[in-house]
């Protein structure tokens, strides 16, 4: 066959047809060919999934309260704890809280109850009277005047002291305290203690001298009315190795995974009104998720990708948020690299822990805590060893009874992330006298931005644990002074 | 055999940009001319260097790592005239490469993205077992091994453990799965970028019985035969999964504005221009038996002009649609009301369909109408016996025709797929208005009206219900009529072209006596009118409009 098209050829050149240009040409296509043959591997990692915990498959609701979920809580956090305290106060007595006696220093632990003047309370709607609190909702509940109290299985008390700040601590938080009893049944406090964060295993050491990256976005809001789609497919376009030259795609080769961390579509929620859909108002409706799956459609077919369901995702409220159904995704569904993940989502890359949510956790947290930056919020998370402690006082949550999911048990991540955040901001928590093992730990926090917002995403490397952004802009081309035009 | 490919790229190119307006960037050419996305950077950039004269609007994208501190890796699309600035707010060696060209920046760069969205769709929206470039990422220059497609994960398996479904191997994994890149898929396909462009199945079982023959023919040839191949409707695929492939053809009509008002000549693109038309005058001078039964016209410019007329027609619905589609998800970022509108039109897309089925069969036939259909009849046959004998006369036709040549080909081109459309465009206002006129008496309530319901099972074993609104006297006509029109609009596809004059004519006055069909089923033509005859009086209304 080929020979056919090479005589047919032959002939049109002997018989002069656009000899010159012919040749010319055909040795410029001919480089090109040559220049593209090397197609660059991408690099692979192991992956491990370890949502095990998150999944909700074996759990029936038959009515249980969340009080298991709390005493899980309590009694495994303990378990953190008490080597904390016999190393810190090995003279003290640990007790309850019952077991209190006025005037003896000794050590309680305990899970935190924050007192909030400020929290919105479901009571305040039905009142008969009006309520004095203004009718514009804050966007923080915290007031000096808040205070905290210590619950164990016994019984309750108040913390008082110097050291107790309860614009750090939320409600759900378990600590050990240090103090004495005082007259009028207040807690006397000297010292807090935490759990600290859990230990760490060390990075496997990796022969391969070229680095890995895991790349997270988060809010890629697929079919907004104010998103970009140009944007989000320039990300596509560079992950899946179209975009830039050479060594642009060596660096997207790099990419092992991809995690999208929650807020990948934008509901016409307004399409909903509780009759029965036109099929007018379903296309609507359904157009977002289609041009998301297209989206994945493109990464599943370059790359692994790990889907988490995120706050305004069509998944179910409650934490842990559950896979994303794949009847969403038919195209994306079909690739062996597409995984649809719980919401809190922990994973291993090449022994790499990475554990990250959509950023709920941290976004209750600052509603009922105060800190100065959201990666102060995810620190307190790793040293409560707790990633969502709010979880079911005042953040959906599902009512476990046999554990608690969002205690960090055995190990921390190397990578902690948290998505949907207003900017890109990173830390590498490595302060010694915080953790509990060996030295040489130390995480990486990353907060992912809203990517329809800032157009960034966030490269780490697997290898480093640095972290770099990714940001793709077409704000050049909207924005047209005179002089360029 | 690489310059055909590529010159006739560029002039397809030139065209679609300067007359269609349309947004090339690089990915939109890789997949559709089945080439790397590295060689499409490659050849859009050669493009405009070769074609500085047609004063493109270039975007580039510029992708480095950022000055300032900390750095990050910045990827942004600029214009030209942003290009030093950019570049200059990287570090050394930032990577530019032209990422799409247009007439004129596009004032919301989402239209940047909706060229390549509406044919990403497609892609997508093929069959699911078919593997094509968007499917295998075949053109990127990044591969992955490890990845796996198999629709049994769709129906079996969890989501969260990708290792249980793992190979249950399906014999349409394709060639990604072998451990070993298919490089060759590329090169093979960037030899024969028009061939592969027609089927985007695996380029392995690419290469039928069929297609050969059509490979050897000098490619230009080639290249405008495939068209129409390709916009024939593949039996089992949706219609608008080939719907932007006429929109790609339809500017031909175009291609004549550009190089009558533009300097005919100058650079490459040019020449490319003057080869072709000098290729359409020489056909004449062949004088190739079949073709002398057809009308004159269309032995004029029999080879092109012949694929657009078919184009055209093909495409007559399905520009509309696609461009209203690309435009809906454009406009998005404007405002939500504004979508909401356009998504009502996308929502009607099925009913506005088979509505346009209605209009084309009652469409009078134009000679240009018939024609395509008897070409097509001859067109394998005659083509690839004609071929042969046209790769003689060519060199001896001088590569640029006197001017005047050009231009009355032009005029003839202008002449034939033109009208096809406009005409039938009238004829459609026409009709729409006359039908509001006719049954607008009917519907204010004329002297004496009565709704009869007439239940039948039609030839495929439906049971089909007619209310027919008749004026007394004319009910025995109209009902008759309806009835024809019903059937005809079952019949639609086949009989197309002998019938389709006399449906005419019975629809129309089909029209006259306020009737649809409330209800039917499971026909597809029954569910839209249906739809709108039974639920709301008014909104029979609709019906007749779209007509």
Redesign the interface.
Known sequence: ?FS???A??R??KL????AG??????????E??E???D????V?ATYV?H?EKF?LKKQKYKGQQYSQLYFFRLTLTRKFLNPRVQERWPSYPVTNILGLEEGKVCVVIGTLYKQMKLKPNILDEYSKERSVVGLVAPSNFTDADDYLILEDESGRVKLVGDCVTPSVYVTGVVVAVCGQAGKDGEFHVDEILEPGLAPQPAIPEKKSDGDKYVALVSGLMC?G??????QV??LV??L??????????S???QIVHIVIAGDSVQLQAQALHGQPL????Q??LI?PVKEL??VL??L?????VDIMPGAKDPANFSLPQQ?LH?CLF??A??????????NPHQFELDGVMVLGTSGQNIDDLGKYSLADDPLDLMERTLRWRQIAPTAPDTLGCYPFHDRDPFLIEQTSPHIYFCGNQDKFSTRLLRDKSIFTGSKGEAVRLVCIPRFAETG?AV?VSLKTLEC???????????I?SPD?M | ???????QVFFELEGLISDALQVIS??WL?RKFSI????AK??LE?FVTQNPQLDLEI?Y?V?GY?KTD??????????K??LEG?RAALKE?P???VYSVQRC???D??Q??SA??VQ??EL?NEP?DVSNC????R?????????????A??SSGS????QA??PDIKPHVGP?THPA?P?SD??QS?LFPKHAGVDMKPVKHE?PAAS?AQ????PKEACSDIKPIKNEPPPGSEPNVNAPKPSILSPATGKRKASGSGPPSGG?GG?AIS?LWGKAASKPKVPSPPRATEPPPAVMVAGVAEARIQAMEAGVYSDEDVEQHALS?TR??T??RR??VE??D???EEAAEDEEMIVRLATPDSPQDIKPQVCNGQTIPTRIGSKRSE??P??TTP?LEPPSNILQDKNTMSHNPQPAKSVKKEEEADEKSNSIARESPGSRGGPKRKKVMHTRIDEKGREVTEVVWVTEGEESVANDQTRQLATAKHAAPTNKESDSKTSAERSRPAAKPNAAPSKAPAAKGGKSTGKSGGKHQGSIMSFFKKQ
């Open positions: 066959m056919l098209i090479i047919v050829l002939i049109l018989s002069g047809f656009e240009g012919f040749v010319q040409l055909f040795g410029v296509l001919d090109m060919e220049m593209d043959i197609v660059i591997q991408r692979q999934s949502n999944e079919g009315s104010d998103t970009n789609p140009l497919q320039l376009d560079h899946t190795g179209h975009l830039g030259e050479v060594q642009e795609q660096l997207s080769a036109s099929s007018k108002e296309h609507k157009e799956d297209l459609t493109q599943a077919s370059a790359m692994p896979p794949k038919p195209g569904t079909t690739y062996s690299t597409f995984v649809a993940a719980t960034t490269l770099q952004c990714l940001t793709l802009s077409t704000s050049l081309l909207e047209q360029d | 055999m690489g310059e055909s490919p590529s010159s690089y990915k890789s790397s996305s590295n060689i490659r050849l050669r975007v994208a992708s950022s900390p750095e990050y890796y910045s990827i942004q699309l600029v214009p005239s942003r950019a060696n990577s530019v490469h920046l596009p004032k760069p989402a940047l993205w390549d969205f990403s769709l997508f699911p968007l499917r295998d990422n053109f990127s220059a990044v591969a992955c091994d490890a990845i796996q497609r198999s629709l994960r769709r989501t969260s453990s990708p479904s793992a990604h890149r490089v590329v090169r960037s290469i050969p490979v050897n023919l000098p490459n020449g080869n998800r998005k970022s405002g939500r979508m909401i998504d009502d996308s929502g009607n790769v003689h060519k060199p590569e």
